[in-house]
């Protein structure tokens, strides 16, 4: 039974918590014998040094942990600047037998896979992508906050028996702003909307009139300017945070010219939110299905006894793959992108919408790989299908037969093909 090889002869394997961690370090020998050294450390700073003294005392600078939601941070803090090489790995390859769980079994284990190099390390971007997918990702929520917020003053709205949702398309357009401004101040007193109203808007003015009869109670009145404050305070905080955001991703300018030149991709913001949940470094990933696969846009391999239990997209990319659908459906939708489009309206009526989405999203990704890897902008003619038919294709009879039929030649059944003339369709 030949052995597994060794790669890190002196490594540390580490449980982590909320308050202490727990690092075990395997030092193997040139007999191959493995001895064990645990010790347990609190997660303040100094006791983070003290850990880091003390692997350096045993020559250790390999060191593997779990990604225990966010409790790793300040390890990888403390140790990343002092040129350890550290490793984050998901839970589900690391995670030990229920029944033999302690902590200190739990950093031994931690520490035996890792010596083996059997534990699969999670991608962790560089400090300034980190923190610029920090605050990507914190747009993202407030973004979230604004959506909701627009919701409670549409209910506000409809529970007080006003239809502005019906005659504007958008209730926080000019002219509904304008006019829920007047309705506020005047409390279920009738007013004319006509000087309220854009000269651009498409519905006449007295539809608009009738959509305001309605009245606000006052306990709704005063909930729909709390609504509106919120909102403009949310905007203001929006508006700092992407100059912050802006300003962190100055260096990333190349990166983002090349992201504008896709389908799909029309914002610099979008642009900065896919760098920053991949980075700009494509090395990272092994090819482009590794990545698609990182990003939750892959399907599943799970067969048992030669059946495929499931191929749907696994859990991952929680940031990225709802961004990449919405790029790959806004790509769908570009005249200029028959590429995209064309693919895209073929899937879905094959496949239906949701595949189709995914199915987009995962052709842009692996576009952006390649162009990062090789600093090009995208070039839609390598997507697009070659009209020149194949000298030779070699087809069936039955494929013969359907390739007349699309042609609009009724064949029947009672037919007889001569041999020359099946070997002719044959070799169409």
């Given amino acids: 039974m030949a052995k597994l090889k060794i790669v890190y002869p002196v490594c540390c394997g580490a449980d982590v918590h909320r308050d202490f961690l727990v690092a075990c370090i395997a030092s193997t020998d040139a007999a191959g014998i493995t001895t064990y050294d645990s010790k347990r450390f609190s997660t303040y700073s100094g006791d983070l040094r003290k850990l880091s003294t003390w692997l350096t005392d045993h020559n250790c600078r390999d060191i593997c942990m779990e990604s225990?939601?966010?409790?790793?941070?300040?390890?990888?803090?403390?140790?990343?600047?002092?040129?350890?090489?550290?490793?984050?790995?998901?839970?589900?390859?690391?995670?030990?037998?229920?029944?033999?769980k302690t902590d200190k079994k739990d950093a031994m284990w931690i520490a035996d896979l890792f010596k083996h190099d059997l534990v699969r390390g999670?991608?962790?971007?560089?400090?300034?992508?980190?923190?610029?997918?920090?605050?990507?990702?914190?747009?993202?929520?407030?973004?979230?906050?604004?959506?909701?917020?627009?919701?409670?003053?549409?209910?506000?709205?409809t529970v007080s028996n006003f239809k502005l949702d019906d005659v504007f398309s958008s209730v926080f357009g000019k002219s509904a702003t304008a006019i829920t401004d007047q309705l506020l101040l005047h409390l279920g007193e009738p007013f004319d909307v006509a000087p309220f109203v854009d000269k651009r808007c498409k519905t006449p003015v007295d539809v608009i009139q009738t959509a305001v009869d309605g009245a606000f109670s006052p306990e709704q009145a005063t909930k729909l300017q709390i609504i509106r404050r919120h909102m403009s305070n949310l905007d203001e905080l929006k508006d700092s945070l992407e100059r912050l955001i802006f300003k962190l991703a100055e260096p990333y300018k190349s990166e983002i010219a090349l992201l504008l030149t896709v389908p799909g991709i029309h914002e610099p913001m979008t642009a900065i939110r896919i760098i920053a949940e991949i980075g700009a470094d494509m090395s990272v990933f092994e090819s482009a299905k590794h990545l698609c696969s990182w990003a939750g846009l892959a399907p599943q391999n799970n067969e048992s006894a030669g059946k495929k239990k499931t191929t749907r997209i696994g859990k991952a990319g929680a940031y990225i793959k709802p961004l990449l659908v919405q790029v790959a459906l806004a790509a769908s939708r570009t005249k200029s992108a028959t590429e995209i489009s064309g693919k895209y309206q073929s899937l879905k009526k094959r496949r239906g919408g949701k595949k189709a989405r995914i199915a987009i999203a995962r052709r842009i990704l692996t576009a952006i790989y390649h162009m990062f890897s090789k600093s090009e902008a995208y070039n839609a003619a390598l997507y697009q299908k070659s009209e020149k038919v194949?000298?030779?294709r070699m087809v069936t009879t039955e494929q013969a037969i359907a390739i007349l039929c699309s042609q609009g030649i009724i064949v029947k059944e009672e037919h007889i093909f001569p041999p020359q003339v099946v070997k002719a369709l044959v070799m169409v």
Wanted: with cysteine; hydrophobic share 35%; glycine share 6%.
């Fill in 68 to 100: 225990t939601g966010k409790y790793w941070f300040p390890v990888h803090n403390i140790l990343e600047p002092l040129g350890f090489n550290v490793v984050v790995s998901h839970p589900k390859f690391v995670k030990a037998i229920k029944g033999k």
């Fill in 390 to 392: 194949p000298e030779k």
């Fill in 122 to 157: 999670s991608f962790i971007p560089p400090p300034d992508i980190r923190q610029l997918r920090d605050l990507c990702r914190y747009w993202v929520k407030l973004s979230a906050y604004v959506t909701g917020e627009k919701n409670r003053a549409q209910n506000c709205l």
